[in-house]
């Protein structure tokens, strides 16, 4: 039986309307909202050395394994403007949170896992070092059904690098062998292989092969996996 289940955020448990995974074509959109809502300006040079610091820090181009610390890559941004960090990483992260929504099944499901005794738990790679409560923010009403909430920049390493799934493992006292992990991307599964737990990809398609143990067309699904 498994008594662990653990979950990728994006685009897994929490959907963002309209944005893409790589938000490289979201970073002047993003940095002109901040700065209209700070009653802030900026010249052509000054705009584009804040999306080349984004771009440097670009997962989705340059992936990595290491991660940064939270605040690291913003506070970079925001001093290019001479904003202040906290607001301006508010604005900027608040221009994608606005189009956050929940997996249909994800409410109904997380219950019925948690009232069967599964311990549930959240292992995101945050973009940019966003702070890890922004994540809380994204999660919103299905934050109540999680033992524990996890991101890169508290583990110090991004996926597929096991480490934070092993930490779960270790925090919550149960076996590999009785923890799975779900998630929606190659990395996310190749995670779950590096740490030797079960995979289960969220792909609509079912066409999608990784060498996952299980695929789901919807979080639903995963009952008659775990329970």
């Not at 929940?102 to 702070?131: H, I, N, Q, R």
Request: charge should be negative; charged fraction near 20%; aromatic fraction near 10%.
């Amino acid at each position: 039986m498994i008594q662990l289940v653990i979950f990728d955020l994006g685009e897994t448990l929490i959907s963002y309307q309209g944005v893409p995974l790589n938000w490289s074509s979201h970073y002047r959109s993003a940095i002109n909202r901040a700065l209209d809502n700070m009653a802030l300006s900026a010249d052509g040079d000054q705009l584009l050395l804040a999306t080349s610091i984004l771009s440097f820090y670009n997962t989705r181009t340059s992936p990595r394994q290491f991660e940064v610390s939270e605040s690291e890559v913003i506070s970079k941004v925001a001093s290019v403007f001479n904003a202040d960090d906290a607001e301006f990483e508010a604005q900027f992260f608040g221009y994608f949170q606005r189009k956050a929504y929940p997996e249909p099944s994800a409410e109904a499901t997380l219950s019925k896992l948690k009232s069967c005794g599964v311990k549930l738990s959240v292992l995101s790679d945050v973009p940019y070092g966003m702070p890890k409560q922004m994540l809380l923010d994204d999660l919103g009403s299905l934050k109540q059904w999680f033992d524990d909430v996890s991101s890169s920049c508290e583990v110090g390493f991004r996926k597929p690098h096991p480490v934070g799934l092993l930490n779960q493992i270790r925090k919550h006292g149960v076996s590999i062998s009785t923890t799975a992990f779900v998630g929606n991307e190659a990395k996310d599964i190749e995670c779950a292989l590096n740490a030797g737990v079960r995979s289960i990809l969220l792909d609509i398609t079912g066409e999608k092969q990784f060498g996952q143990d299980y695929s789901i067309k919807t979080l639903d699904e995963l009952l008659s996996i775990v329970l």
